[in-house]
């Protein structure tokens, strides 16, 4: 079975411009998580979706949106980048939402660079 | 706030010897705490999670301990091996949703 797949995986843009990434979960599950990994340091977490739902936001500015698609696919959407957007952008799923956390399993991230 | 660091942030350890990898919290309201793998290049990878009411879980080659009185964590791999080279975090999550908050991480380096 695939792995949580995450496209594309690796872009640059500048400054000011908008960036939409996206993640397909797990086949069957059906939670998204999206975390921001800046070098160095641990995944931050941004946003969890549920059943199209947002169930939960972590402390990211209002640029940074999200949805879920009735397949349990997800965008990531941050508009007016900055400098410091550089980051590795990690999706994560599972079968429920809230459970013991060996249920959530990591794609490979999207390696965004803003210049 | 919600915090989870680590001690180390380099580990060097000799193939076939144990390594200890250390971890502070600070949120006593913490449900679960994990540890996840990370190589280069790849996401997070699951290794052991321990529930807070318990001080000790076993997998294969891995223990974690809680002390819970001084807010420690720790991750303990047996005869390490050169495909355990990786950097490994430390999480933590309150029930609700599933929100992990990660450390900083530490580097394991294993020398052949």
């Known amino acids: 079975d695939a792995g949580v797949t995450q496209s594309p995986t690796h872009l640059i843009k500048t400054r000011g411009q908008h960036v939409t990434l996206r993640c397909s979960p797990i086949?069957?599950?059906?939670?998204v998580s999206w975390y921001q990994q800046v070098l160095g340091q641990g995944p931050q977490f941004i946003f969890q979706y549920y059943e199209k739902e947002e169930r939960g936001r972590g402390n990211f500015p209002d640029r940074f949106s999200a949805r879920q698609f009735p397949n349990y696919s997800s965008e990531l959407n941050v508009n007016a980048l900055l400098l410091g957007d550089s980051a590795l952008y990690l999706c994560?799923?599972?079968?429920?939402?809230?459970?013991?956390?060996?249920?959530?399993?990591f794609g490979e991230g999207s390696r965004l660079t803003v210049l | 706030g919600e915090s989870v660091g680590l001690h180390l942030p380099t580990l060097s350890v000799q193939e076939g010897d144990n390594s200890i990898i250390n971890c502070a919290y600070s949120?006593?309201?913490?449900?679960?705490f994990i540890w996840y793998k990370q190589e280069s290049g790849k996401g997070p990878q699951f290794i052991i999670d321990i529930r807070s009411n318990m001080d000790k879980r076993q997998g294969q080659r891995v223990t974690v301990l809680l002390n819970k009185t001084v807010k420690h964590l720790s991750l303990q791999i047996a005869a390490t091996q050169p495909g355990d080279s990786a950097v490994y975090f430390c999480?933590?999550?309150?029930?609700?949703?599933?929100?992990?908050?990660f450390g900083t991480g530490t580097k394991l380096q294993v020398i052949p």
């Open positions: 949120n006593s309201a913490s449900d679960y």
């Open positions: 999480a933590e999550t309150t029930g609700g949703y599933q929100k992990v908050t």
């Open positions: 994560a799923s599972s079968f429920s939402a809230i459970s013991g956390t060996g249920e959530l399993f």
């Open positions: 086949s069957g599950h059906k939670s």
